[in-house]
T-cell receptor
Framework: SQTIHQWPATLVQPVGSPLSLECTVE??????LYWYRQAAGRGLQLLFY??????ISSEVPQNLSASRPQDRQFILSSKKLLLSDSGFYLC?????????FGQGTRLTVV | AQKITQTQPGMFVQEKEAVTLDCTYD???????LFWYKQPSSGEMIFLIY??????QNATEGRYSLNFQKARKSANLVISASQLGDSAMYFC????????????FGKGTTLSVSS
């Protein structure tokens, strides 16, 4: 069966520090992969999506970046976090009629 | 460009009653898929139901059904016999079937079920 792993579950980072969130998928090949951010009580903002290794589309210009070094691995990074980067980050994959999410990372930048 | 609109920030319903959560969409893709998700306070995203744009019948999954009206570009979620555990945020989402099209979400509707 298909599973998606996302870690860590919670993270508290100081302003200006780097960030690396990792997401891996099992049980499927060549999935579309996504990173979303959700502010408290709000909708999901699409940050990045990838249709294949090394192929990244950015939806929102900001100090975040994404990479897909392997077929089933998607990484969200930042060189210097801002207070406004706080939020709930969700990784997801989809394949035709199915789309599934990781458990999310709650990031607090202090 | 694709767009999803959920106009109800919050909905209130009593147990055992049915409730309809509205969703309208806009896309130029001739073929697309529509999704509904439930997000409880824990934050996890739970997939509920899927409707393909060429499906002749409305999708149903247990107490969930999707009222798909293609000409009106609407994909409302109907929850029958509401339960207290249905209290959560609900998101409508869409993805065009052309390669490279992303899955996008509406702003969500918070459903509160009371006894």
């Amino acid at each position: 069966s298909q599973t998606i792993h996302q870690w860590p579950a919670t993270l508290v980072q100081p302003v200006g520090s780097p960030l690396s969130l990792e997401c891996t998928v099992e049980g499927t090949s060549n999935p579309n992969l996504y990173w979303y951010r959700q502010a408290a009580g709000r909708g999901l903002q699409l940050l990045f999506y990838s249709v294949g290794i090394g192929q990244i589309s950015s939806e929102v210009p900001q100090n975040l970046s994404a990479s897909r070094p392997q077929d089933r691995q998607f990484i969200l990074s930042s060189k210097k976090l801002l207070l406004s980067d706080s939020g709930f980050y969700l990784c997801a994959w989809d394949d035709e009629a199915e789309a599934f999410f990781g458990q999310g990372t709650r990031l607090t930048v202090v | 460009a694709q767009k999803i609109t959920q106009t109800q920030p919050g909905m209130f319903v009593q147990e055992k009653e049915a409730v309809t959560l509205d969703c309208t969409y806009d896309t130029s893709d001739p073929s697309y898929g529509l999704f509904w998700y439930k997000q409880p306070s824990s934050g996890e995203m739970i997939f509920l139901i899927y409707q393909g744009s060429y499906d002749q019948q409305n999708a149903t999954e247990g107490r969930y059904s999707l009222n798909f009206q293609k000409a009106r570009k609407s994909a409302n979620l109907v929850i029958s016999a509401s339960q207290l555990g249905d209290s959560a945020m609900y998101f409508c989402a869409m993805r065009g079937n052309q390669a490279g099209t992303a899955l996008i979400f509406g702003k969500g509707t918070t459903l509160s079920v009371s006894s």
